[in-house]
Structure formats: structure tokens, C-alpha cells
């Protein structure tokens, strides 16, 4: 049985979850939560070698449908072996990215179809869905910018995309949004840090305050 709570945080490329989660890690240790802080596509050994077939730049010549199963096996086997125990544990499990990465970047931008996305995660996840997700908000313009700048991480085969690919995802994003309001919450990712921090917190406590060991504050 789920005891836990499963957060998922999305965006495009460059909109600065890595920070973010660090910082939302840190504060939830102080409070005295059990958090387990894990990433896709990757988190466990199996996952991250298929995350090193996909992000790597040397594989132009993928399909769009390779690249969709390969995220959604990712997403299997990390669920199994590290999520699904965690939350069965009672921990707090803050994840950077889940199944609305796939339906935003293969679904929308990639034009498999968000439908076809859907079907192939739903056999790899079977209902196992998010309490809440946070999508940060940053033009493609911006998220690259930081990304060329190396303010973020290194360049993998998704960012070498071109701009238009990435106004696509985050219009993918925009659907997701209207199409599960009451999961996914937008944040505004081009505000100074601390106020994107501050943002992302209300809305976590909004919904799960009852859930920590201690009282909040601010
Ligand atoms: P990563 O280096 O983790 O980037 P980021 O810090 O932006 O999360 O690379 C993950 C890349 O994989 C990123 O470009 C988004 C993409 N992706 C998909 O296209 N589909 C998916 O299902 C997932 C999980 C990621």
C-alpha cells in the first residue's frame, strides 16, 4: 500500500529543476521528513545505462518510437525498484521528471501523439501516478540561454534539438496543464530562484503540510 507522497517536477530544458530539488531536499530534511530524491530517466544502475543509449549524441539515428520505449522501460524498472518501495516505505519521493516528460517531448514535439505516449506508459506505470507535479514555466529562449551558458549541466542529444522543438514541448506542457488541472501546478521559472523555491513549496504544503513530522513555518 502507497503511504508516501510522489512529486514530480517538470519543465523544459534549462528551467533549473537540478537546483531546485536540491534545495527542496534540503528543507525537507530539516523538517524531519523520510525524502528520497531520485531522477528519470535514470535513478537506478538499469535505468541510467538506458539513459546513456538516449541521451547520447552519437544516436542520430534513433526513431521516435525507440526513443518513447526506451524512456518508458526507464520508467518501469525505476518505479519498481526504487519509487514504488519508497512510497510503500512512507517516504516523501521527489522525482525530476516522470511520464509528462514523455507525453510533452515524444507525445507533442517528437508528433508520436500524446494518446499513443500514453498507452505505451500506462502498460509501464499501470495507474502508479503522481500525488502532485510541478511544472516550471521558462521560455525555451531562456532554458537554452542557461544551458548554452553551462549554468546548468553538460548538453546532451535532446537540447542539440532546435528551438521549434522546444516551443513544442513546452505547448505540450500547456495541454497536460488544462488537461489535469488538479495535479499539475505551474510555476514561473524566469523569477529569481528564491521565489521559484517559494512558489513550489506553498504548493506543496498547500497539499501535504499534515504529511511532515514537524509544523511548518514561515
Ligand atoms: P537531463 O540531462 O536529465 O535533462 P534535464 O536536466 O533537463 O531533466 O536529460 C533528460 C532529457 O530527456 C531532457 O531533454 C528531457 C528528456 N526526456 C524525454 O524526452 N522524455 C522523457 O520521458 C524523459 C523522462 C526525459
Same mark, same amino acid.
Given at each position: 500500500?502507497?503511504?508516501? =507522497? %510522489?512529486?514530480?517536477?517538470?519543465?523544459?530544458?534549462?528551467?533549473?529543476?537540478?537546483?531546485?530539488?536540491?534545495?527542496? #531536499?534540503?528543507?525537507?530534511?530539516?523538517?524531519? #521528513?523520510?525524502?528520497?530524491?531520485?531522477?528519470? @530517466?535514470?535513478?537506478?544502475p538499469i535505468a541510467e545505462q538506458i539513459r546513456n543509449v538516449?541521451? *547520447?549524441?552519437?544516436?542520430?539515428?534513433?526513431?521516435?518510437?525507440?526513443?518513447?520505449? /526506451?524512456?518508458?522501460? !526507464?520508467?518501469?524498472?525505476?518505479?519498481?525498484?526504487?519509487?514504488? $518501495? !519508497?512510497?510503500?516505505?512512507?517516504?516523501?519521493? /521527489?522525482? *525530476?521528471? %516522470?511520464?509528462?516528460?514523455? /507525453?510533452?517531448?515524444?507525445?507533442?514535439?517528437?508528433?508520436?501523439?500524446?494518446?499513443?505516449?500514453?498507452?505505451?506508459?500506462? %502498460?509501464?506505470?499501470?495507474?502508479?501516478? @503522481?500525488?502532485?507535479?510541478?511544472?516550471? +514555466?521558462? #521560455? @525555451?529562449?531562456?532554458?537554452?540561454?542557461?544551458?548554452?551558458? !553551462?549554468?546548468?549541466?553538460?548538453?546532451?542529444?535532446?537540447?542539440?534539438?532546435?528551438?521549434?522543438?522546444?516551443?513544442? =514541448?513546452?505547448?505540450?506542457?500547456?495541454?497536460?496543464?488544462?488537461? %489535469? $488541472?488538479?495535479?499539475? =501546478?505551474?510555476?514561473?521559472?524566469?523569477?529569481? $530562484?528564491?521565489?521559484?523555491?517559494? +512558489?513550489?513549496?506553498?504548493?506543496?504544503?498547500?497539499?501535504? !503540510?499534515?504529511?511532515?513530522?514537524?509544523? =511548518?513555518?514561515?
Amino acid at each position: 500500500m502507497r503511504k508516501g =507522497v %510522489f512529486i514530480t517536477i517538470e519543465g523544459g530544458d534549462g528551467a533549473g529543476k537540478s537546483t531546485l530539488i536540491e534545495k527542496l #531536499s534540503n528543507t525537507m530534511l530539516q523538517r524531519g #521528513s523520510s525524502i528520497m530524491v531520485t531522477r528519470e @530517466p535514470g535513478g537506478i544502475p538499469i535505468a541510467e545505462q538506458i539513459r546513456n543509449v538516449i541521451l *547520447d549524441t552519437g544516436n542520430t539515428k534513433m526513431d521516435a518510437r525507440t526513443e518513447a520505449l /526506451l524512456y518508458a522501460a !526507464a520508467r518501469r524498472q525505476h518505479l519498481m525498484e526504487k519509487v514504488v $518501495p !519508497a512510497l510503500e516505505h512512507g517516504e516523501f519521493v /521527489l522525482c *525530476d521528471r %516522470f511520464v509528462d516528460s514523455s /507525453l510533452a517531448y515524444q507525445g507533442y514535439a517528437r508528433g508520436i501523439g500524446m494518446e499513443d505516449v500514453w498507452s505505451i506508459n500506462q %502498460f509501464a506505470i499501470q495507474d502508479i501516478m @503522481p500525488d502532485l507535479t510541478i511544472y516550471i +514555466d521558462v #521560455s @525555451p529562449e531562456e532554458g537554452l540561454a542557461r544551458i548554452n551558458k !553551462a549554468e546548468v549541466r553538460e548538453i546532451n542529444r535532446l537540447d542539440l534539438e532546435k528551438l521549434s522543438f522546444h516551443e513544442k =514541448v513546452r505547448e505540450g506542457y500547456m495541454k497536460l496543464l488544462q488537461q %489535469f $488541472p488538479d495535479r499539475i =501546478v505551474l510555476v514561473n521559472g524566469e523569477q529569481s $530562484p528564491e521565489l521559484v523555491f517559494a +512558489d513550489v513549496l506553498l504548493a506543496i504544503d498547500q497539499r501535504f !503540510a499534515g504529511f511532515y513530522a514537524t509544523d =511548518v513555518k514561515y
